[in-house]
């Protein structure tokens, strides 16, 4: 029988249940901000085109954030159920500051949503916009505690190790820890591109239907405009944060750039294929000095290699090389791509360009691919680390796990995300095909019952039969 | 040189939360558990549309439970989580199937009954795998120094698989007597019909777990002997209550039989507690034993003692925007 490693398939088990639930808050996130900015200008401008866009991607947000809060909750056990000595040793500082993030964030978002959801015509106006606001701050408050506890593991500080248990020194420190400042803006920006190519993509499919058309021209305009500042943006935060990591995790900016020598005038490898057991890279292609030009400013600059790391202290190379790659390289065809558009807008020409919409319409994936990429380069490249440095990923596991009981359980999330995915997606899929203009006036889907008050009158006797039925008494 | 004893008072917000998420996510699940049984699809809307606002929020609670446990009692945390793991999992996948079917099955039209199915069957199996693990608790776990060393099955027993239905029942009377105040006509007489009969079961799932649990655990007998005149006090109000449910149910009072549910639901709670007590894990730990550090505890402490409360009013604000009767209101109209 094979034997089965109960570690290896926890590390499994942990990217696969937070890579599919990074994939929605990463989402909501952005596209939060985004339906408060439009609420804001219905609140302000009362037009119609604004209630249509906001209602639209409200119904969208509500899918969406469904899954992320359903697979959110798994989250909040996985620590306890694999990595249950992990979580011990770090209680002091991951208990408070996850539990933050539940009273400061969770609730807030839940309770709101429900309002921005259901209660357009329960609450008054300025309520329903000021619910719209609330939702998107907790995004915002959410992402604050989760990056600062995951930067805590890449960067710990503020804290003592004593018997194997973290005791604190600096709440300050810990949870504004080296690497947190950086990587908080790197992920918030993700987020907003994210959001912003969706609706970008979304618009631009319409624009090619001819489907509403008014309300999709003005989603697509400001997102461009916006998205062409972004990108950019987001290329130079990126860069500062890799130089922040090149501080504090040499190991793994030698990994993401293949380097196993230390050496001045470093290449930037455009293609290798990194062998870990024999400690050097096939088939490489790259160009001269700009690795060393990039990192330490300086066409000469000493790069240090992962040679200079025991064999066991480094991470997977081929996983972080390759992961970066096409993190960057997703991230240079979207800043190409909103580049383009914002010039075509500029000259009045983006709305009639087909070949632009088209190239648009397709660019939905690109940003998630781009956030999953970017995840596995910096967790991938803490490893063989838990808490860098400080306990290692083997000494973290729950003691009395056995390697079926994590396959048995892997094996079920991956069927039971897959199933629900797939629905997600269809249910979407419905949404988006009926687009903007389909939802405003509509009647409820299948129930019959209208959606909103004014319009009761002449569709729903039903429920005002409902409403007249006798009480039992 | 402690003025104040910081974990004593975690004892007491880890319960509350507890409390709060068993109440409310309780009669949400209780909803999903009567699905089938409801009279019709027009009531199953109702019944759902009931709940829809507010369950995201219900079921926050059990998020704050699990990271309040983290940062109080870690010990706890990390020893309950490995002994129930398979449990737990049981769990997650349940609520991820009722989870999603809310917005689902708003969205779906030939397969609206599969997502039916998917919020009954994911209601049920999360509320008896949230029973197993209150019997499994009481039960105790196998441990070496800070860690689980038991079996993956352990949780799973005639004790616990009582006490898991137990509450699958228990959750149902509340989503019932939820009903009966969200509802009219012919959904809200339904409800008044089953809930006795659910009441009845849980009476007598109460009844032997109560004779099983002493029997079963030498140390919880000795409790009970030991103290009769105060433990005494929690299975004569569970009944004094019931029968004051049973009397509601009958004059169709409507708001009463819900809160004479909770209330059941808190003397049950408390018995436990008590009769565990100042044990968190017995017979190895006790509460203080689990605690983290004072530093962690007061650092959480200070923000709870602000956040919470404003999180207990915008959520009754949520409520109260929500009330009234469910039926001939807007649907799920997002």
């Given at each position: 029988m ?20 990074a ?10 901000s985004y ?14 085109v604004y209630?249509?866009?906001a209602?639209?991607w ?7 954030f469904?899954?992320?809060?359903v697979?959110g ?6 620590f306890?159920?694999?990595?249950s ?11 408070p ?13 839940a ?9 357009r ?5 300025g ?33 003592e190790l ?29 987020a ?17 239907k001819g489907t509403?058309?008014?309300?999709s ?25 890799g130089?922040d990591?090149?501080?504090?995790q040499p190991?793994?900016?030698?990994a ?10 470093l290449?930037?490898l455009l293609f290798a ?7 050097k890279?096939?088939?490489e ?25 025991a064999p ?8 972080v ?15 190409a791509i909103?580049?383009?558009?914002a010039?075509l807008h ?29 995840w ?13 440095g400080?306990l ?29 995915f ?6 979407l899929?419905?949404?988006m095909r ?13 129930t ?8 009761a009158v002449?569709?729903s006797i ?12 | ?30 909803i ?5 049984f ?34 109080a009692?870690?010990l706890?945390y ?20 009722r ?6 099955r ?14 009954n ?29 038991g079996?993956a099955?352990?949780w ?9 239905l137990?509450?699958v ?5 509340l989503?019932?007597?939820w ?24 009476m007598l799932?109460f009844?032997i777990?109560?004779?099983w ?5 030498e ?5 009970w ?12 109000l ?10 509601a149910?009958q ?13 059941i639901?808190?003397?049950f ?5 008590i009769?565990k ?31 919470i409360?404003?999180?207990l ?22």
């Amino acid at each position: 029988m094979i034997e089965l490693d109960p570690v290896l398939l926890s590390r499994i088990q942990f990217a696969f249940v937070v890579s599919f639930h990074a994939i929605f808050p990463v989402f909501t996130i952005g596209l939060a901000s985004y339906i408060a900015f439009l609420e804001t200008r219905l609140f302000v401008t009362g037009k119609k085109v604004y209630e249509e866009l906001a209602h639209f991607w409200t119904k969208i947000f509500a899918v969406v954030f469904g899954m992320g809060v359903v697979s959110g909750i798994v989250m909040a056990f996985q620590f306890g159920t694999n990595w249950s000595v992990f979580s011990y040793a770090a209680s002091n500082f991951l208990g408070p500051v996850l539990s933050y993030e539940v009273v400061t964030a969770f609730f807030l978002e839940a309770a709101f949503l429900g309002i921005l959801l259901f209660g357009r015509h329960r609450v008054p106006p300025g309520m329903h916009l000021f619910s719209a606001f609330m939702v998107a701050i907790g995004t915002f408050i959410s992402s604050f505690w989760i990056l600062s506890a995951n930067s805590w593991m890449q960067t710990p500080a503020g804290v003592e190790l004593v018997n194997g248990h973290f005791q604190m020194t600096s709440w300050g420190q810990a949870i504004f820890n080296p690497s947190f400042g950086w990587r908080f803006a790197h992920f918030a920006l993700a987020a907003f591109i994210t959001g912003g190519f969706v609706v970008a993509a979304m618009s631009a499919w319409y624009l090619i239907k001819g489907t509403a058309v008014e309300s999709s021209r003005k989603a697509l305009g400001s997102t461009i405009i916006l998205l062409a500042v972004l990108t950019p943006t987001q290329a130079f935060v990126g860069d500062m944060h890799g130089l922040d990591t090149l501080k504090h995790q040499p190991v793994k900016v030698a990994a993401m750039e293949g380097a196993w020598e230390t050496q001045e005038g470093l290449p930037l490898l455009l293609f290798a294929i990194p062998s870990q057991s024999q400690e050097k890279n096939f088939f490489e292609i790259g160009i001269p000095k700009l690795a060393s030009l990039i990192l330490t400013h300086d066409l000469d600059g000493e790069v240090k290699g992962l040679k200079e790391w025991a064999p066991e202290d480094r991470p997977n190379v081929f996983i972080v090389f390759w992961s970066f790659r096409v993190m960057v390289g997703i991230g240079l065809l979207m800043i190409a791509i909103t580049l383009t558009g914002a010039f075509l807008h500029w000259r009045g020409k983006m709305f009639d360009s087909r070949w632009y919409l088209r190239i648009v319409s397709m660019t939905a994936p690109l940003p998630f691919l781009a956030v999953l990429a970017g995840w596995f380069v910096t967790e991938a490249g803490r490893q063989p680390w838990l808490v860098y440095g400080m306990l290692r990923v083997e000494d973290g596991i729950t003691p009395s796990l056995t390697g079926w009981m994590v396959l048995a359980t892997l094996i079920g999330y991956v069927l039971v995300y897959a199933a629900i995915f797939a629905a997600g997606l269809y249910y979407l899929s419905r949404i988006m095909r009926a687009g903007p203009h389909a939802y405003p006036i509509k009647t409820d889907d299948g129930t019959g019952r209208p959606k909103r008050p004014f319009s009761a009158v002449d569709t729903s006797i039903d429920s005002h039969l409902d409403q007249k039925a006798p009480h039992r008494s | 040189m402690e003025l104040i004893d910081l974990t004593l008072i975690w004892v007491g917000i880890v319960a509350f939360a507890i409390f709060m998420y068993v109440i409310m996510d309780g009669f949400d699940l209780g909803i999903g558990i009567l699905f089938p049984f409801a009279p019709g699809d027009k009531a199953r809307d109702d019944m759902m549309n009931s709940v829809a606002p507010i369950w995201d929020g219900n079921e926050t609670w059990l998020i704050l439970g699990g990271a309040g446990l983290l940062a109080a009692f870690p010990l706890l945390y990390s020893i309950m989580l490995p002994a129930l793991y398979i449990g737990v999992f049981l769990m997650l996948a349940g609520l991820i199937f009722r989870g999603v079917a809310f917005e689902f099955r708003f969205k779906a039209t030939r397969n609206k009954h599969l997502w039916d199915y998917s919020f009954n069957l994911g209601s049920t199996v999360a509320a008896f795998a949230q029973g197993a693990v209150v019997g499994a608790y009481i039960q105790g776990f196998t441990t070496e120094g800070t860690s689980y060393v038991g079996g993956a099955f352990d949780w799973l027993t005639p004790f616990t698989v009582m006490t898991g239905l137990g509450v699958v029942v228990g959750y149902a009377l509340l989503g019932a007597t939820w009903t009966i105040i969200k509802t009219e006509g012919e959904v809200q007489a339904w409800a008044y019909r089953v809930a006795p009969w659910l009441l009845g079961t849980l009476m007598l799932f109460f009844l032997i777990v109560s004779i099983w649990t002493p029997l079963a655990h030498e140390r919880v007998m000795a409790r009970w002997l030991d103290n009769l005149s105060i433990l005494w006090i929690f299975p004569v109000l569970t009944v004094l209550v019931s029968a004051v449910l049973m009397r509601a149910l009958q004059q169709r009072k409507e708001v009463v039989p819900f809160l004479c549910t909770l209330l059941i639901f808190a003397l049950f709670l408390l018995g436990m507690a008590i009769s565990k007590w100042p044990y968190a894990i017995p017979p190895t730990f006790t509460f203080h034993e689990a605690a983290s550090d004072p530093g962690s505890q007061l650092f959480l402490l200070l923000g709870f003692l602000f956040v919470i409360p404003i999180v207990l009013g915008y959520t009754a604000w949520t409520y109260w925007v929500f009330r009234g009767k469910v039926s001939g209101q807007q649907g799920y109209g997002h």
